[in-house]
């Protein structure tokens, strides 16, 4: 698949909007796909580099045998370092001994250590609205990885190589959470049972308890993870901007009368009822999205230069920041991003919209996009670049 995948490709033939409609949150869905689709995400030769050069401790990295975890001492070594402490090193014969006698490879986070998959985690951010975690497994037997269970987070699965067999089980509990009042019950037998082909997707609520079994070949997957808002988050949003309030700071009148009391959870009752505007969810996903973090993206050598940018117009700049917003009005143009609120002239809005598309803009491009001189462009992109939210190719 050329360039990076968005929501749009994932889960296709189904459009997005139906996807956000039928789909997310209430059940299971199998995309086909064509075999090969996604191989550049990840070749073999990218995920043998990231096993050679990259320090992964446990569990980021870690081996799993019929649910069960394979002690990490048995395929990997603390070396000692000249400044005291030690460094992980993975010994490649037994590490590979695992495999090969069915263990699954699960490595945690991978987006922080592939551009293109990395790139992949930013493009379905800014199209969910939340951050995405990226996990890797791989698998050459035929056993169990892992026993049927449910996540508590909703998960899109690309088989990137090879093939995994799914079995589908279904909820038993609404909306599971991490944190909750019980345990979802255990499930009965399948509800599905398929194999998911190179080039598939599968999308996995909350919940849905699962198991997958390999299918004594190779096979590779990749699983972003995804935790949409819930009215949990809400009210702890709500909470922290009640420390505003006098009537809620103060203490409860637990010594005083019936009476006393009464009057005390009326006051409180009101002011929250207050908060509770009709437009409450709005702000509340509003102020997530403005909150969330820039993507760490260090733009070496220029962005440790005086300059800051090339002196050449061909070079592509990357908004760091998926989930910003942008609110116009009074010939101004506002950008929330990174927990951070910049105030610019209105001239800067076509600049920064097609910023916030996400994808890489030619410095030249964004020049011809606004009415503003290509030295006032330049400094822009430079007091972005300054601030964290962009960077250098």
Same mark, same amino acid.
């Given at each position: 698949? %050329?360039?990076?995948?968005? =929501? ?26 064509? +075999? ?7 070749? /073999? ?8 050069? !990259? ?28 400044? *005291? ?8 014969? %037994? ?7 069915? +263990? ?11 551009? %293109? ?6 493009? =379905? ?23 049927? !269970? ?15 067999? /799914? ?6 509990? $609404?909306? $599971? ?9 255990? &499930? ?6 398929? @194999? ?7 999308? @996995?609520?909350?919940? !849905? ?11 590779? !997957? ?14 702890? /949003? =709500? ?18 009368? +019936?009476?006393?009391? +009464? ?12 908060? #509770? ?15 969330? &973090? ?7 050598? /220029? ?6 940018? &090339? ?10 920041? %998926? ?26 809005? &076509? ?17 011809? #996009? *606004? ?9 822009? #992109? ?8 962009? *960077?250098?190719?």
């Amino acid at each position: 698949m %050329p360039g990076t995948p968005t =929501l749009a490709d994932l889960v296709a033939p189904l459009g997005v909007s139906q996807f956000f409609q039928d789909v997310q949150g209430e059940t299971y869905r199998r995309f086909e796909g064509r +075999a090969g689709r996604f191989a550049d995400l990840l070749p /073999w030769p990218a995920l043998n580099a990231i096993l050679r050069q !990259h320090r992964l401790e446990f569990p980021r990295l870690r081996l799993a045998l019929d649910g069960t975890p394979v002690p990490m001492e048995s395929y990997t070594d603390l070396v000692p370092t000249r400044r *005291s402490g030690t460094v992980p090193r993975l010994q490649a014969a %037994p590490f590979t001994e695992h495999l090969r006698g069915g +263990a699954t490879m699960v490595l945690d986070a991978i987006q922080e250590l592939s551009d %293109p998959i990395g790139d992949l985690a930013r493009s =379905l951010e800014h199209d969910l609205r939340e951050s995405v975690q990226v996990n890797l497994y791989a698998g050459w037997g035929v056993t169990h990885g892992f026993d049927v !269970h449910w996540d508590d987070h909703d998960a899109f699965i690309i088989q990137v190589a090879g093939r995994k067999r /799914w079995r589908m089980h279904g909820p038993t509990r $609404p909306a $599971p959470l991490h944190r909750d009042v019980e345990q979802p019950e255990r &499930p009965g037998e399948p509800i599905d049972d398929f @194999v998911l082909e190179d080039g598939d997707v599968l999308y @996995v609520p909350r919940g !849905h308890w699962h198991d997958v079994t390999a299918v004594g070949e190779m096979s590779l !997957h990749l699983t972003l993870g995804f935790s949409p808002a819930t009215g949990i988050d809400l009210v702890s /949003w =709500l909470a922290d901007k009640l420390r505003a309030s006098t009537a809620f700071r103060q203490d409860l009148p637990r010594f005083g009368t +019936a009476e006393e009391r +009464a009057a005390r959870a009326a006051a409180l009752r009101a002011e929250l009822e207050a908060t #509770l505007t009709t437009d409450v969810v709005d702000r509340f996903l509003a102020e997530r999205d403005s909150a969330a &973090p820039a993507h760490p993206r260090v733009g070496l050598p /220029w962005a440790a230069t005086p300059g800051l940018l &090339p002196d050449g117009d061909e070079t592509e700049v990357r908004f760091l920041v %998926p989930r910003a917003v942008l609110e116009e009005g009074d010939g101004r143009v506002t950008l929330l991003a990174d927990g951070k609120r910049f105030v610019f002239a209105g001239a800067a809005a &076509p600049l920064l919209k097609a910023l916030l598309d996400g994808t890489p803009q030619a410095v030249k491009r964004l020049a011809e #996009l *606004s009415e503003l001189d290509r030295g006032t462009v330049r400094a822009f #992109l430079g007091e972005l670049t300054t601030q964290g939210l962009l *960077s250098i190719g």
